[in-house]
RNA sequence: UCCCCGGUAGCUCAAUUGGCAGAGCAGCCGGCUGUUAACCGGCGGGUUGGAGGUUCGAGUCCUCCCCGGGGAGCCA
């Protein structure tokens, strides 16, 4: 009986979330979510509601009836409730609005405390607790960025005429002779985890024209650095009769879409992480810088970073092209013995490849690698056999040299990095929800 | 793999030259009718990461190990 009536209470009041409040002033409505903290003021106790969409105020008096007045004082942060009240506007409400609170309904009661506080923590702790610390205060908006740059590239590409389309994360090859592998055990033989999906788009775009995919994607590196994970997520494209040129224009075109859209989109969230979205905007306003490898050599040593040509750049050396330019810079034509065996040899120098990185401004380094790819079987057996690498595994490749060949480009583009340049977040490892790294296998 | 820093209460940190292990927060008890990481008073809370060594005496000095953080290299 007594659950049927709270039924019927439930039912009197539609759920609305925080974000939605604005919407419903002067009504009573239900909110479902979480406790995240509260205040007391003797008569008068406040407790903030969060409920993944925001914070929202609720405010109990004595009015409200007597159990719901002690429950303000005495249930525990993270005590999982329904609250409802009225929404009014008031200034000093965090947000704006608050809820006049008639009634609260606990739905589970924490028995020990809830080991994030709103004080700080050390960044062990924190991500040994990484299922709870989402819950929090940066972790939120940022994760709801991070959902706003993705949705953002599959608007992009489907604007465009892409198809959506999957690589295999299980591969019995390595893509690239030189990054480290994850192995395991597949039956009777090594499988890996896939480090790129771009060897099967460039499979799929014959079929299908224009095909983008976006998918988790596996290093056993052993970085230990703000900017890698053993697991992150890239966004690849390939595109069937694109050129060089072409592809730099699409990369831009894409990044600066993002960029654009999450910077409208999720405003609030990026006010809440207090990133200047205006400088944000104004990197992505003018057309990017596009230098070839050999003067980007020029620039770097031109800050004071020592560099031999023929050396791939490092961090500082990156740091520094991103400070020169001040917005996005393509650094295009790398010498071809530092990048990939798949790399098409620009037509006016064999030493180098159709090839461009894109480097973030603010430190943020390597957002996106792409390259016109090699196509004809002549070239690619020459350079396989350049690399030192065997040509029985790739026959399927170069099948694709084999009938109906045409001039291809793609790129990749690195989500967590994206997402924490826009965030403006230092350490990539907050803009995933469970990241992966050297030492960090759990949660 | 290399370099640097760290490990003290549930959390964040202090502890002078080697000389009685402390504070804030969290928790518990009490107070406060507009709080904003609220505030005020009280209480409980410790194998100082582990092993060994030096010493009358080690959180502090030495050796080894474990764990974490930052950076490099490599990469997106």
């Known amino acids: 009986m007594a659950e049927g009536l709270e039924e019927m209470e439930a039912q009197d009041s539609r759920p609305v979330y925080v974000e939605q409040l604005d919407q419903h002033v002067g009504e009573e409505v239900l909110i479902q979510g979480?406790?995240?903290?509260?205040r007391s003021s003797g008569r008068i106790r406040f407790v903030i509601v969060r409920d993944g969409t925001g914070l929202v105020q609720g405010v109990v008096t004595p009015d409200a009836d007597p159990e719901t007045f002690e429950l303000a004082e005495r249930l525990p942060q993270e005590s999982s409730l329904r609250l409802w009240g009225t929404v009014r506007a008031d200034p000093r409400a965090p947000g704006g609005y608050e809820l006049a609170v008639r009634k609260i309904e606990p739905v589970?009661?924490?028995k020990q405390p809830f080991p994030i506080g709103l004080k700080e923590h050390g960044v062990g702790f924190l991500m040994d607790h990484r299922h709870l610390w989402i819950r929090m205060r940066k972790q939120v908006p940022l994760l709801r960025v991070r959902d706003s740059v993705l949705w953002a590239i599959r608007q992009f590409f489907r604007e465009r005429g892409f198809v959506a389309t999957e690589a295999p994360i299980l591969v019995g090859t390595a893509v690239e002779g030189t990054t480290t592998l994850f192995p395991l055990d597949y039956f009777d033989r090594t499988a890996y985890l896939s480090q790129s999906g771009q060897l099967y788009l460039e499979a799929t775009c014959m079929a299908l024209g224009k095909v983008y995919w976006i998918g988790p994607v596996f290093r056993a590196e052993k970085s230990k650095t703000r900017?890698?994970?053993t697991e992150f997520w890239m966004a690849e494209a390939e595109v069937a009769f694109l050129e060089h040129e072409g592809n730099?224009?699409?990369q831009e075109d894409l990044v600066r879409y993002i960029v654009e859209f999450v910077a409208e989109d999720r405003k609030r969230e990026l006010e809440l992480l207090e990133r200047d979205t205006e400088a944000l905007l104004s990197e992505v306003r003018e057309p990017?810088?596009?230098?070839?490898y050999a003067e980007a050599v020029e620039i770097v040593r031109g800050h004071g970073v020592?560099?031999?040509h023929g050396d791939d750049f490092g961090a500082p050396a990156e740091d520094a092209l991103g400070a020169h330019f001040g917005r996005p810079v393509f650094v295009e034509r790398f010498p071809a013995r530092i990048k990939p065996f798949y790399m098409k040899r620009a037509p006016d120098d064999p030493g180098v490849v159709l090839c461009a990185d894109l480097i973030a401004p603010e430190g943020y380094g390597e957002i996106v690698g792409g390259s016109q790819r090699?196509?004809?079987?002549?070239?690619?057996?020459?350079?396989?056999?350049?690399y030192g690498l065997p040509r029985e595994p790739y026959e399927w490749y170069i099948d694709l040299r084999r009938y109906g060949s045409v001039p291809h480009s793609g790129f990749g583009l690195g989500v967590e990095r994206t997402v924490a340049w826009i965030a403006g977040v230092k350490h990539i490892r907050e803009t995933i929800p469970f990241p992966r790294m050297l030492d960090r296998l759990e949660p």
């Open 306 to 308: 020592e560099m031999e």
């Open 374 to 386: 090699v196509d004809t079987e002549e070239e690619l057996l020459a350079q396989l056999e350049e």
């Open 288 to 292: 990017f810088a596009r230098i070839t």
């Open 227 to 229: 900017k890698h994970l």
């Open 34 to 38: 979480w406790l995240f903290n509260k």
């Open 248 to 250: 730099l224009t699409l």
């Open 108 to 110: 589970h009661i924490p």
